[in-house]
Each structure stands twice: as structure tokens, then as C-alpha cells.
């Protein structure tokens, strides 16, 4: 069967299920993945979508071929296979997950060592070449439970004395925080209010679980202002991203809460050093500046942040999309604890959640991420360049542009075959003025 070669991304691999991915791929990739890092214990999980039953059973089996002991540990979020492998120190670690994608996908993302991501990409030629090599001893299969160490070493990351009773509105859009949050909550001493939180493989019908679609977002906001909730928060359907609603029904960018998030750790953590990709950076460099922090921009991409956040031994780190890494969960991002840790600020602060966000939210406007489909970035990136010759230029992801009063990132997408454009501004007035001019560039 010929291979479509597009489904190894930089990150991990991703497809249509059963047409682009399927079992028969997934063992391959599998034994592929054996045969690089040469593991002997290697732990196993995957979503609740359906193509995820499938691809897991044969990543299992062509992990047995190759001789590797599998802990395979079931249904979980995204976070979890990398715990599972720092916790529990294992040669490596496989999630069966299509992360956000729509409903119909497929895919599969493999890590090595103290969960360090190895790309798709890098298991692309002997996948598609089939230079893969079958053990002559099997390897063995063992079901294990982490639900509970991991919901452990989550809630060691706030003091629960601390939390209010605040009322709580809990969207995980019927993914795969629906398998362990109630379990969560009961530990707190707050008052949930459930929304579609019980996993469905098909996300109760919703076209993606991304609560960065609009469509998917107000339908929760609706059910948010009946619910006299303090605040809200959801997740996307694999759990490694969490939004959050004020509690006047507002939904808040990633950026505004990355800043009250950063303000909090570097209070605790004097000095210390925070990751961001450079694609919304001035409410994050504001509250780094003015809490005696140092501020360290990395590529976008969860896999470039981590490798980052070791290589300068940073304490924290975010991605615009509402990726949170932190360096007590081994660098790796973690969905859960940023609602954590949400709880325990507000329970301490005399201030609602829109108040935390004023001070990073005045004087500053950004776009939602614009996707353009274009044929030739770097011929692309040279017009921009010679447009815009007279400002500050950086090529550490993509181009980024920036002025007193403006600024932009422009970056081919590692996953399609667009370019995403960000923006941010100090008014209203230069956020569309400069937009537009941009857009008429890239068209």
C-alpha cells in the first residue's frame, strides 16, 4: 500500500482515518519507532476517537514484534503519556491521538526518554521505504492504571487549603478531560457546573473539540452566562489546551492569561526565565519586565518550547495557543494545572478574573490567527521584508516585524499549507490599518 507522505508532520503524525492513517500504518510506525530509539519499556494510551482503538491495538502489536515490553495504560488526555513516561521513568511513550483535529482523524505521537518528542517526520523513511526490522524475541503486554498518580502530582502543584468555594463552569467539549476532571474537582472545595463533559468519541457532534472555533466557543459562552459561574474554563479534545471564560461571559485570549499566570510563578520564582514563541509577545514581555524576569522566545511548536525551556532551564512556558509548559511536569505542556493554578489566584486575589486581565488587556488590540493559503513563503517573506525595511526584523519563527506601535508575525504552519498571520497593537485604528495592509500583500 503506497503511504501519503504528508501525514508525518514536524510534531507527530496526522491523518484521515482510515484513508491516510490506519492499523496498518500505525505498526509500521510503531515498529519504525522501536527500531530508532531502541526501547524496552514503552507506555502506551490513546484518546477517545474512534480511529484511536485501532491505531493503539497496532502500535501495541508492532511493538511486541520488536520486543518491547508495553505498559499499556488505556483511554487519557494528551498530558498524560508524557507523565507517564518521566513518572514512571520508561524508555518512551505513545499516545493513538488526532490532538484537535476534526472528527474523522487519526494519529499518533511518540516520545522517547523523560518526554522528549520525536518528530513524524523523523520516522518517515523507513515507514515509507519499509526498512523495518522484526525482533525474533517478543516483547510483552501489561495493563496499568496512572489516572491516580497522575491526578496526585497534579493537585501537588497547588495548596487546596487555599481554594475558595468559587463556582466553576467545566466545558471540556466531550474529550478526554471529561475521563478524569470530576474525579479532580471532587478534591476541591469548589461548585462545578458540568457542560458536555462526558467523552464521546464523536464530541457530542460538535464539527471539532477546539474551543478556538468560533461556532464551538459561543455555544458554550450561551450556556455559561445561565450558569452564575465566577468563571469558566474549557478544553480542546485531547486536553493539552485550556481557555478560559470571565465571569462576565467573556471569553479571554491566551496571551492576557499566559500574563497572569507568568506574574504569578515569577513571584514565586525570582528571576527566573519564561518561553514564549514570538507570535503575541507584548502583554507576556510586560509582566516579565515589571516582575524581574527574563523573557526567552522560542520557535512556535509544543516539541520547540520544551527543548527550550531545558536548554535555558526555564520555569514556565506558552505558546498563544494556549499551550502550557512548566518545568515540574519535566517541560512538557499540561492542561490541567493552568486551571489550577487559575483557582488558586483568584481564591487569593480580592479581584474577579476581567480585573486580572486589565492591566494586560488596555492599550493593546490583537487579531484572531489569520490562515492564507500561499504557494512560496520565502518569496513571500522577501516582499514583507522589502515593505517593511525600515523596522525591527526577526527570523527566529517565520518574520516577525515590529514597530512602536505595531507588531506582526508571519510563519509557514508545520501542519498545513498556509501561513498564519498574528498581530498585535496599541489601538484599535493600527491594528486594522495594518492588517489590511498586510493582507493585501499576501494576496
Given amino acids: 500500500m503506497e503511504i501519503d507522505q504528508t501525514i508525518f508532520k514536524a510534531y507527530d503524525v496526522r491523518g484521515i482515518y482510515p484513508e491516510q492513517i490506519n492499523g496498518e500504518i500505525a505498526y509500521k510506525i510503531a515498529v519504525a519507532y522501536a527500531n530508532k530509539i531502541q526501547p524496552k519499556t514503552v507506555i502506551i494510551g490513546k484518546d477517545i476517537r474512534v480511529a484511536s482503538d485501532d491505531i493503539c491495538e497496532n502500535i501495541v502489536r508492532g511493538l511486541v514484534d520488536s520486543g518491547v515490553s508495553v505498559k499499556a495504560a488505556g483511554r487519557m488526555t494528551n498530558p498524560m503519556i508524557g507523565f507517564g513516561t518521566w513518572f514512571y521513568d520508561f524508555d518512551g511513550g505513545i499516545i493513538a491521538s488526532a490532538s484537535h483535529n476534526p472528527i474523522g482523524y487519526g494519529g499518533i505521537k511518540t516520545m522517547k526518554k523523560d518526554a522528549v518528542t520525536i518528530p513524524g517526520e523523523d520516522l518517515k523513511d ?120 470571565d465571569e462576565l461571559g467573556n471569553f479571554i485570549d491566551a496571551p492576557y492569561i499566559t500574563a497572569v499566570l507568568s506574574e504569578y510563578i515569577l513571584q514565586k520564582n525570582s528571576g527566573a526565565k519564561i518561553v514564549s514563541d514570538p507570535r503575541i509577545l507584548w502583554p507576556i514581555s510586560k509582566v516579565v519586565k515589571e516582575n524581574g524576569g527574563e523573557l526567552v522566545i522560542s520557535k512556535s511548536g509544543y516539541r520547540f518550547i520544551k527543548e527550550k525551556m531545558v536548554e535555558v532551564d526555564a520555569v514556565f512556558g506558552a505558546e498563544m495557543t494556549a499551550h502550557y509548559f512548566f518545568k515540574e511536569n519535566h517541560n512538557s505542556d499540561n492542561g490541567i494545572i493552568p486551571f489550577l493554578l487559575l483557582l488558586e489566584i483568584l481564591s487569593q486575589s480580592d479581584k474577579k478574573l476581567s480585573q486580572l486581565v486589565v492591566p494586560y488587556k488596555e492599550g493593546h488590540f490583537m487579531i484572531d490567527e489569520i490562515k492564507v493559503k500561499v504557494d512560496n513563503f520565502a518569496s513571500l517573506a522577501d516582499k514583507i521584508k522589502l515593505e517593511y525595511s525600515g523596522y525591527t526584523l526577526n527570523e527566529i519563527d517565520g518574520l516577525t516585524i515590529e514597530a512602536d506601535n505595531f507588531r506582526f508575525n508571519i510563519r509557514g504552519s508545520n501542519t498545513e499549507p498556509v501561513v498564519k498571520l498574528n498581530m498585535e497593537a496599541k489601538s484599535k485604528e493600527i491594528l486594522d490599518s495594518e492588517k489590511d495592509k498586510l493582507l493585501n500583500i499576501l494576496k
Fill in 126 to 245: 523507513p515507514v515509507v521505504n519499509n526498512q523495518l526490522k522484526i525482533s525474533e524475541q517478543k516483547g510483552s503486554v501489561e495493563e496499568i492504571n496512572i489516572a491516580d498518580d497522575y491526578e496526585k502530582f497534579l493537585l501537588t502543584q497547588i495548596d487546596r487549603k487555599k481554594i475558595k468555594k468559587l463556582k466553576v463552569f467545566i466545558d471540556p467539549l466531550f474529550g478526554s478531560v471529561g475521563l478524569i476532571i470530576k474525579d479532580i474537582v471532587s478534591k476541591l472545595n469548589i461548585e462545578p457546573v458540568y457542560y458536555q463533559s462526558d467523552p464521546d468519541a464523536n464530541f457530542g457532534g460538535l464539527s471539532e473539540p477546539n474551543p478556538l472555533n468560533p461556532e464551538i466557543r459561543e455555544k458554550s459562552l450561551v450556556e455559561f452566562k445561565k450558569s452564575g459561574a465566577d468563571f469558566g474554563v474549557m478544553w480542546d479534545g485531547d486536553g493539552d489546551r485550556c481557555f478560559f471564560i
